[in-house]
């Protein structure tokens, strides 16, 4: 293993809550082992075009609050290619770069995977997505920030469909997890969540929907993922809603991008600071292609290869106290 003095540090793919946290750790913890540590901007296309910075304590202040991330982020067809990666690879070499640390989701850790196995270079990677469907970890960087901005926005929505007796469709994101509408409905009090792992069917939407009206309830919330396929969208299934039960008032809303913006929660700015120490501290103790994640309060790592070939797993628990709650 090379004697590894000079860290790079980029994010990629999707940004999330909790990416800049994770850029001033690895930068200050670069620091602190007197190791020079370069900002790589927008990804592997800044790494094929050497758009790289030199970055020192000082350089990440005022960011652990910030959402997005201060190196910006890119998807990169041309990191693709066996082309592509080789010119990334000359250019960390002639700016000294010996490793990195990859801020991203299963798409940007698979990138890294096959350029350490093409180069032996040392890669590390912190799972930064607000999906939470990183094996390996039990939350990645910016699930928890993502969780308190879809409560906060369902509360919202809530105080409007009382006051007009209406049933709104609210849907997150999630195209093959249903982590956020899971955790999120029941911290919002939903009355139906419908999630890409459990195909309820559109029958059991309808009963449960009749239940509620039954038992006294005036409005109601229906979160969807949306993988979710009990409709082929969420506004197939409001119309599908309003034929079937013409009492109801339906409305829908999606919340889209907004779910990856805003500022971080604590507990993902402390994870976030957490993981970077890990990133550096591993790549330094001659540690390669390994993701740092958590588990039982502990930081731990997997190989990059598990973690991206791995599969979440719902929380069965939660979907029987979602389904007790909306009685």
């Known amino acids: 293993m090379k004697n590894i003095r000079k860290i790079g540090v980029f994010t990629s793919g999707g940004d999330s809550p909790g990416m800049n946290a994770a850029i001033r750790s690895v930068v200050r913890t670069c620091a602190y082992l007197k190791v020079d540590c370069i900002g790589i901007y927008r990804g592997y296309q800044g790494m094929i075009e050497g758009d790289f910075k030199p970055m020192d304590a000082r350089s990440v202040n005022n960011i652990i609050q910030k959402g997005g991330t201060i190196l910006k982020s ?19 070499v002639r700016e000294g770069i010996d490793a990195f ?172 600071s957490r993981m970077g120490v890990k990133a550096v501290e591993s790549l330094l103790e001659g540690k390669t292609n390994l993701m740092v994640g958590i588990q039982d309060n502990a930081i731990i790592l997997t190989p990059i290869n598990k973690a991206i070939k791995g599969h979440t797993k719902i929380d069965k628990e939660l979907i029987r106290v979602s389904d007790i709650m909306s009685i």
Do not use: W
């Open 74 to 92: 890119a998807r990169c067809q041309e990191f693709r290619t066996k082309e592509g990666r080789q010119k990334a690879y000359d250019n960390l």
């Open 101 to 272: 640390v990859v801020i991203g989701g299963d798409g940007s850790f698979t990138g890294a995977m096959i350029f350490n196995q093409e180069f032996d270079f040392p890669v590390i990677g912190i799972p930064g997505t607000i999906d939470n469907d990183i094996f390996g970890t039990t939350y990645t960087l910016g699930f928890d920030t993502a969780l308190n901005t879809v409560v906060e926005a369902i509360d919202k929505i809530r105080d409007t469909a009382s006051s007009h007796n209406r049933l709104f469709f609210v849907e997150v994101m999630g195209r093959d997890v249903g982590h956020i509408a899971l955790n999120a409905g029941v911290g919002a009090g939903a009355e139906e969540i419908l999630i890409p792992e459990e195909n309820l069917g559109r029958e059991r939407l309808l009963e449960s929907l009749k239940r509620s009206k039954e038992s006294g309830k005036s409005s109601s919330i229906v979160i969807v993922a949306e993988g979710d396929k009990t409709g082929k969208n969420i506004f197939d299934l409001k119309d599908f809603v309003e034929e079937k039960l013409p009492d109801y008032d339906v409305r829908v809303s999606v919340l889209g991008h907004m779910q990856r913006g805003g500022s971080p929660s604590c507990y993902d700015r402390v994870l976030a």
